[in-house]
């Protein structure tokens, strides 16, 4: 708890602990941004092991930063780490007035190797807000995306395969 204090802002961070029972050679983070419940863009971020073994456990961090228009990603494990930004509310007029909130995973959720999985989903709309469980992302539910103006969701993938 003292590490989420020390990195987050009022918008609060996000920190998710996994443990894996395999080796894998990947862990990638797929990021998929909707505007007015269409996708606009989609990314990946990749953190390789090929060479060294994959860690055991570690943690992703994502540490909204509502001032500078950014989510902080940090990924690490056993002294690897990978840190970026994901730019957030890029075309927006007045992104100064939108309201935010996240959904994010709450209980343990089992690892699937090379299957994406549901990590957080940020919800942007300046009429009306609404967080959806994460549980309606893994069940395809995803009527929440029409309804915000921007949402960047965000999920997990340790790759065994190249």
């Not at 998710?16 to 983070?29: S, W």
């Not at 996708?39 to 909204?64: A, N, R, T, Y």
């Not at 009527?143 to 960047?152: E, L, R």
Request: a negative charge; glycine letters at 6%.
């Amino acid at each position: 708890m003292q590490t989420a204090e020390l990195l987050a802002g009022p918008d609060g961070a996000f920190i998710y602990k996994f443990v894996t029972t395999d080796e894998y050679k990947k862990l990638r983070l797929h990021i998929y941004r909707y505007e007015s419940g269409k996708l606009s863009d989609q990314d990946k971020v990749e953190m390789g092991f090929e060479d060294i073994g994959s860690p055991k456990s570690g943690e992703i961090v994502m540490v909204p930063d509502f001032d500078n228009y950014v989510i902080k990603l940090i990924v690490s494990g056993d002294g690897s780490k990978l840190s970026t930004e994901i730019p957030i509310l890029e075309n927006a007029e007045d992104r100064e007035y939108y309201g935010r909130s996240a959904t994010e995973i709450k209980s343990v959720v089992d690892i699937r190797y090379n299957k994406q999985q549901p990590l957080i989903a940020f919800l942007y709309d300046d009429d009306a807000m609404s967080v959806p469980a994460l549980d309606d992302l893994i069940n395809s539910q995803t009527d929440f995306i029409s309804k915000n103006d921007y949402v960047y969701y965000v999920a997990f993938e340790f790759c065994k395969a190249m």
